[in-house]
């Protein structure tokens, strides 16, 4: 577990009403249904839009070294997911995010082979960023984008390369650009 194990994590329901806080530590192994978000920048690319997708760090506890969309985090007790989204995208990709807005929301849940579980009530949001990136290593390992086609396709083909919920933040992305 990362040195933020002992940060308190929003407890839900099904329809994310709250009810209670927990550690990231125990929620994640009790595998207890929390609040998070999944952000996805994007940029009007050469043959169309192209998704932000970040590596997560070596050192992450789960799912490390594998491709996920470009932020994802917790809201903190009192913090809207918009606002927590705005501050996370500053604090791991080191940009600013702009025109951030939800465009769904799923529950997942994942066991990992260390016997840790993600547990999510997920808010996914999209938007744009502005600045360089100036990624926090211990939470990316690298960053890259990609068109929709292009990830269409890996998704197919080498989906053991994403992390658990990324297939179904990406689908939606891609879904909501078509509208």
Not at 31 to 56: C, I, K, N, T, Y
Not at 84 to 92: I, P
Not at 132 to 160: H, M, T
Request: proline residues 3%.
């Amino acid at each position: 577990m990362d040195n933020a194990a002992n940060d308190e994590l929003i407890l839900v329901d099904g329809l994310d009403r709250q009810l209670g806080v927990a550690t990231k530590q125990r929620t994640h192994v009790e595998g207890l249904l929390h609040r998070a978000f999944s952000v996805q920048l994007l940029r009007d690319g050469e043959h169309g839009p192209e998704l932000l997708l970040s590596q997560r760090a070596a050192g992450k506890y789960h799912s490390a070294g594998l491709w996920a969309n470009s932020c994802c985090s917790h809201p903190r007790a009192g913090e809207t997911v918009i606002d927590a989204a705005y501050r996370r995208v500053r604090e791991e990709l080191g940009c600013s995010a702009i025109d951030l807005r939800e465009i769904s929301a799923f529950v997942y849940r994942a066991v990992f082979e260390d016997g840790m579980c993600e547990h999510e009530y997920d808010h996914v949001l999209v938007g744009r960023c502005e600045g360089a990136f100036a990624p926090d290593p211990s939470e990316i390992a690298a960053l890259r984008w990609v068109g929709v086609n292009e990830l269409a396709a890996q998704l197919a083909s080498a989906p053991e390369r994403f992390t658990a919920w990324a297939p179904m933040v990406l689908s939606l992305v891609m879904a909501s650009l078509e509208r």
